[in-house]
Nanobody, 123 residues
Framework: QVQLVESGGGLVQAGDSLKLSCAAS???????MGWFRQAPQKEREFVAA????????YYADSVKGRFTVARDNAKNTVYLQMNSLKPEDAAVYYC?????????????????WGQGTQVTVFS
């Protein structure tokens, strides 16, 4: 059982940066970690993912070049650095953990989810 707690969300202006953290308890170091987001009246969408070692990362096209996902297995924490934020990035951001194999972009591949953290971006 993995428990996840996100933090770092907030209200920022377009162009600003935020860094989200996801603290995990349980068997974290062998789990792939993903970040997803859900805006009001929209489906949850993939944002970024990192494999268990941190050696492989994946990004949605909409955030590529602006967001960076990383993990620190010694601290049981995964991060999402978000730069050059846009109003369309506003959403509740969720981190997820699971033994996804190569299917790290699909939400259903993840077994464990955090409660989410709100990111609001105003122009």
């Amino acid at each position: 059982q993995v428990q996840l707690v996100e933090s770092g969300g907030g209200l920022v202006q377009a162009g600003d940066s935020l860094k989200l953290s996801c603290a995990a308890s349980g068997p974290f170091s062998r789990s792939a970690m993903g970040w997803f987001r859900q805006a009001p009246q929209k489906e949850r969408e993939f944002v970024a993912a990192v494999n268990w070692s941190g050696g492989n990362t994946y990004y949605a096209d909409s955030v590529k070049g602006r967001f960076t996902v990383a993990r620190d297995n010694a601290k049981n924490t995964v991060y999402l650095q978000m730069n050059s934020l846009k109003p369309e990035d506003a959403a509740v951001y969720y981190c997820a953990a699971g033994n996804t194999g190569n299917d790290m972009l699909r939400s259903s591949a993840y077994a464990y989810w955090g409660q989410g953290t709100q990111v609001t971006v105003f122009s």
